[in-house]
């Protein structure tokens, strides 16, 4: 998170923080769509975190932070 802006700094942590919520209280989100529709939104997404969207030689934390703040973001969005 050191690579971000302030203001980027607060959408993420709220990201994350969205999704710690989510999975404190046992929810998935379900969706239909081909995990396909959300790539242009992930590769967007982590851009600014400064990982790879193929996730190749990212430590597994980092990992675990990036997907689980895009799922609170995508769950807060649809």
């Known amino acids: 998170m050191e690579s971000l802006y302030d203001k980027s700094k607060d959408y ?4 994350f923080r969205t999704a710690d919520k989510a999975v404190a209280h046992g929810c ?15 590769v967007k997404y982590v851009g600014p975190l400064v990982v790879d969207p193929y996730l190749n030689k990212v430590p597994l934390v980092t ?16």
């Open 12 to 15: 993420y942590t709220y990201d």
């Open 63 to 78: 990992i675990v932070r990036a997907i689980t703040g895009f799922g609170g973001r995508i769950r807060m969005r649809y």
């Open 28 to 42: 998935v989100v379900m969706t239909a769509r081909e995990g396909g529709s959300f790539w242009k939104e992930w």
